[in-house]
């Protein structure tokens, strides 16, 4: 059996009666009220019962009905819609600042579905009420108690965009709406105004509108000034003289006005120079950047060297070492300086202490030799006194007893005659003892030269000593600075060399040299066992050669490359050419194993024998 | 400092000279023996009496900068220590044990969390002393042993530095504390977080002098200490503390025309290769040729062809003669065979390397040392049965 919906006929109805006479058919009908309306039965105009997604037939209410109809009851369904709906209006309001805005009111009305009977009072007798007649219900009670109120709060540029305004109109519009409609079973489920564009925000769009052109002429001139500076930049103007210098040598005012206008002046247009100087400056750029990345990499490189353990840190602080070991030795070459010091002085003192002593025994000797040379002298002088007494007095008494003979005699002789005789005696006397006294002087002198000479060759031998004690000394401090500084740079090499090259260095090569013998057996050699083979041999022979210097290792391997072409071309063999120069060697046979050794080997490398001394 | 003291450098430049002859066994200039390190094939160095490479074993020992040295009486002190391997050929060292002394005090183990040390790398460690109760100048003494490893091979040395504490008077208890912050292994940052706690007034904390860088502290060869904790030489038996000299000489006896010449090692790698194989002087690869023989001295074909062409090497490692077999057959020490599984043979004063251990009396080595001071400087190796002079093949 057909069912058939019982709705509003127009949807702009929010309610509508329908009377018995339209469901009353011959044949028995189903209908149904769908979930969104409400049927609502009266009887006699008063509330009986609200259907809400209600299905009934007609049979069977009409035999519900038929009692009803069959009395004098009047029976009818008022459908009402439950859906929301919204209504449009347009509202003017004054703002703070006394601007008139156009708005546009939209609210969301409903039937309320608690109480749907109370829409009846919005009907008042009418068979429909539409969905407008029941918002302008609202309109004329809230214009000036909502809108005009919350506007006339807000200046008129505030009004956009301002969401407690709307929630405040919301709000307020609610309140009325359940004031004023509560009771007739319409809700209020939103309220919003959108506002048309008011005077106030017209002239700011205008000035914002200006100021954006204004900006935008100011950025246009700005670029434009910029391309003219940068044009200004690259662009130089050259002026030409067409008259020579020489023209200019004018000899007076009419001369100089003419050369001014017959001057031409021209303008060379140099921007393609400006242009090169723009393109070098670019070019500087990239190299200056390209710098600055090398110098970052080769930092960064540095840093992770450091990090990984190689070591300027560890060098620094065994050169550190390395020079308070210097230190410490020159300290200890200084205390043992001091104490040959002290031991020569200590000698010296000894020998100046022997001196005096010597000095003190010659002294007491001369004077004992004086004394007694003095009392020898004085006993002389008193035997001759006696002498001369005893001689006076044998005088007196010859003198008497010969008188008359001495008389004769110093008549015949005189007297003075035998006084000076006397005279002589005594002066040889003298001098005897004055040459004595020379010869004694002279041998103290010799004794004295002799003792003095035996001081100055101790001494000297002293000093001889100490000299050589001293550049002994110096010798084995700078030989053990050099091999602490060999040490030193060994290490600081060694960290940064290869096996090979600390077996070439350890054999007493340099590391320049030993870089290039490394070159030569990593390019020989096939692989890691062959290179170490082929370096061993090849440092040996740097060594027979005495290379020294890079150079000479590398003529060493082209004196090598040439002596193979040379074997090659004649004997048609092939020749290693790093061990082709071995051939000329001066060899030497071990008298006990029969090896062959280098000439200038003194032990045989096989056996130990001793070759030569 | 370049190295441990008492070990490197030792040798001269001639002897390298010299060294690089691949066959040469002497100094052309000066005579002596050429001793090549184990690793000689890599490193190209020559070792001395100690057997201490000093191209391979280049330990150092730092004490980080801003260690605290100084400390009240009663307190304790950490010690943040820094190993590191100053081997310019990439040589790993391998530190296996550290012992810290104090004053005349027992040494005592420090466990290490690490062990392996990179040539060019470092390790840390953080030691800690005891309470310092007297007043004054307190000695710690700082020994470890480091080994390094070529192929199957080892050898092990020990090493020590001393550093120097003072312990000042008053104070109540101070901790210096230093806090390690990396993770083992790791390498990374380290904080040092001295504490102090005191009551009294605090008469300023002393750091270690050392401009803001680690302190290397000085190493020496710990000789006597390698001796006497059997980390070099025997530990039991006859020759207890005595330790094989690298350049022992080697006397060869009862090996009739075949007996090779007496001296020390002086291969390229070290090892003196024993086996059916022909000798050196023949053209071959062995030290010394060694057949079986029978009662008559008639050569044994049969026994003869169960010894290996190569079949031991004999070499010095830590102090100690010992054997590789490398001879399917084996070989028999005493009681005890070795064989693949077991290939390294400690060999004693007095043991008789059997050749052939089915038939022990076929082919013998006895082994006889000679220590001098505490030194083995001559190991003698005789045939048994002893061949005759004129026995020739």
Redesign the interface.
């Known amino acids: 059996m057909k069912t058939t919906q019982l709705v509003v006929s127009d949807p702009q109805y929010l309610a509508e009666f329908i009377g018995a006479d339209e469901i009353k058919t011959f044949f028995e009908q189903r209908y149904e009220v769908p979930p969104d309306h409400l049927g609502l039965l009266m009887r006699n105009g008063q509330f009986v019962q609200a259907y809400k997604g209600a299905h009934f037939s007609v049979g069977g209410l009409f035999h519900q009905l038929k009692g009803l109809i069959g009395g004098s009851s009047s029976v009818s369904i008022m459908i009402a819609d439950l859906k929301t709906f919204q209504h449009y209006y347009k509202v003017v309001a004054r703002t703070k600042d006394k601007v008139d805005i156009d708005g546009e009111v939209v609210l969301d009305l409903q039937i309320n579905p608690e109480k749907p009977q109370n829409i009846i009072g919005m009907m008042e007798g009418r068979r429909s009420l539409s969905k407008a007649d029941a918002a302008l219900r609202l309109k004329s009670h809230t214009w000036d108690r909502v809108f005009e109120a919350a506007i006339a709060r807000v200046n008129a540029n505030e009004v956009r965009g301002n969401k407690g305004l709307q929630d405040l109109i919301q709000g307020d519009l609610m309140k009325e709406c359940e004031r004023i409609a509560g009771d007739l079973g319409l809700i209020v489920r939103a309220a919003s105004v959108s506002w048309a564009l008011n005077e106030v925000e017209k002239a700011e769009a205008t000035r914002a509108a200006a100021e954006r052109e204004t900006s935008k002429l100011e950025f246009d001139f700005e670029t434009l000034k910029r391309d003219l500076e940068r044009e200004n930049i690259t662009t130089s103007v050259k002026m030409n003289y067409k008259t020579g210098i020489d023209k200019l040598e004018i000899e007076n005012e009419d001369d100089l006005k003419r050369v001014v206008l017959d001057n031409e002046l021209e303008f060379a247009d140099a921007r393609e120079t400006g242009a090169r100087i723009a393109e070098m400056k670019v070019l500087e750029h990239e190299i200056n950047k390209l710098k600055t990345e090398r110098l970052s990499k080769f930092q960064g490189e540095l840093q992770q060297a450091t990090h990984?353990?190689?070591?300027l840190?560890?060098i620094t602080?065994?050169r550190?070492?390395v020079e308070r070991n210097t230190e410490s030795l020159d300290r200890s070459h200084q205390l043992a300086l001091r104490g040959l010091e002290r031991d020569y002085d200590r000698e010296t003192r000894e020998l100046q202490r022997d001196e005096r002593r010597d000095d003190r025994d010659y002294d007491r000797e001369g004077r004992v030799l004086q004394r007694n040379e003095d009392r020898g002298n004085r006993l002389e002088d008193r035997e001759d006194e006696k002498v001369r007494r005893k001689e006076d007095r044998d005088y007196d008494y010859e003198t008497r007893d010969k008188n008359l003979n001495i008389q004769g005699k110093e008549r015949e002789y005189g007297f003075d005659t035998r006084k000076k005789e006397v005279d002589v005696g005594d002066k040889e006397e003298y001098a005897r003892i004055a040459r004595q006294r020379e010869q004694d002087k002279a041998a103290r002198d010799k004794i004295k030269d002799l003792q003095g000479l035996e001081m100055d060759i101790e001494r000297d031998r002293l000093d001889r000593r100490i000299k050589e004690a001293d550049k002994a000394h110096d010798r084995d401090m700078e030989q053990r600075r050099l091999e602490a500084q060999r040490?030193?740079d060994r290490?600081v090499l060694?960290?940064k060399?290869t096996?090979e090259q600390?077996?070439a260095v350890?054999?007493?090569l340099s590391p320049a040299v030993a870089k290039v013998l490394e070159e030569q057996a990593k390019a020989q050699g096939v692989d890691k066992?062959a290179q170490?083979?082929l370096m061993?041999?090849m440092?040996?022979q740097a060594?027979r050669q005495a290379v020294r210097s890079e150079e000479q290792a590398r003529a060493m391997f082209q004196a090598g490359m040439n002596g193979a072409v040379g074997v090659a071309a004649g004997a048609g063999g092939k020749v290693n050419p790093v061990l082709g120069i071995l051939a000329g060697d001066e060899t030497v046979e071990c008298p006990k194993c029969t090896r062959v050794?280098?000439a200038k080997?003194?032990?045989?490398?096989?056996?130990?024998e001793?070759l030569r001394k | 400092?370049?190295g441990p003291t008492g070990a490197p450098?030792r040798i001269s430049?001639c002897c390298?000279?010299?060294?690089?002859?691949?066959?040469?066994?002497?100094?052309?200039?000066?005579?002596k023996?050429l001793l090549r390190c184990m690793a000689y094939?890599?490193?190209?160095?020559l070792v001395g009496e100690d057997g201490c490479c000093s191209?391979c074993v280049r330990p150092q020992l730092f004490l980080d900068k801003d260690a605290v040295t100084d400390v009240k009486a009663g307190g304790v002190l950490v010690l943040p220590l820094v190993f590191?391997n100053?081997s310019?050929?990439a040589r790993p060292l391998f530190v296996t044990d550290v012992w810290v002394r104090e004053g005349d005090g027992p040494r005592r183990r420090i466990e290490l969390p690490w062990k392996r040390l990179d040539a060019?790398?470092?390790n840390r460690l953080t030691v800690q002393t005891g309470a310092l109760e007297r007043q004054g100048r307190h000695g710690i003494e700082i020994t470890f042993a480091a080994a390094t490893n070529y192929f199957m091979r080892e050898e092990r040395f020990a090493f020590t530095s001393s550093l120097g504490l003072e312990v000042e008077q008053g104070g109540s208890l101070v901790i210096n504390q230093t806090i390690n912050a990396s993770g083992v292994g790791s390498g990374g940052d380290t904080v040092y977080a001295p504490i102090r706690l005191e009551t009294m007034a605090d008469s300023g904390r002393k750091v270690a002098d050392t401009?803001g860088?680690?302190a290397?502290l000085g190493l020496q060869r710990a000789d006597n200490f390698e001796a006497s904790q059997g980390i070099r030489g025997y530990g039991d038996g006859a020759l207890k503390g005595s330790v094989v000299s690298r350049g022992a000489r080697i006397v060869w006896k009862g090996f009739g025309d075949q007996t090779p010449?007496a001296?020390p090692i002086t291969t390229g790698d070290s090892i003196l290769a024993i086996g059916r194989g022909k000798a050196v002087s023949e053209g071959g690869d062995n030290h010394l040729q060694l057949l079986a023989y029978g009662a008559d001295g008639k050569l044994d074909e049969q026994l003869s062809q169960a010894i290996s062409r190569r079949h031991i090497e004999l070499f010095i490692q830590s102090g100690r003669l010992c054997a590789r077999v490398t001879g399917s057959a084996g070989i028999k020490i005493g009681d005890h065979k070795h064989g693949a599984d077991d290939a390294i043979a400690l060999i004693n004063h007095g043991d008789i390397i059997n050749v052939l251990p089915k038939f022990p009396e076929a082919v013998g080595l006895q082994v006889r040392m000679r220590a001098n001071h505490g030194q083995i400087d001559e190991i003698t190796i005789t045939r048994v049965p002893a061949l005759p002079e004129a026995n020739s093949r």
């Open positions: 990984d353990g190689v070591d840190k560890l602080e065994r550190r070492v040490e030193a290490l060694g960290a060399m096996p600390i077996l350890n054999a007493g066992a170490m083979d061993r041999q440092v040996e060594n050794n280098p080997a003194k032990f045989c490398v096989g056996c130990g001793q | 400092m370049a450098d430049q390298y000279q010299h060294a690089l002859t691949k066959d040469a066994i002497f100094c052309g200039e000066c005579g023996p094939q890599e490193c190209g160095g191209v590191y100053a310019s050929i060019g790398g470092s401009g860088k680690a290397e010449a001296g």
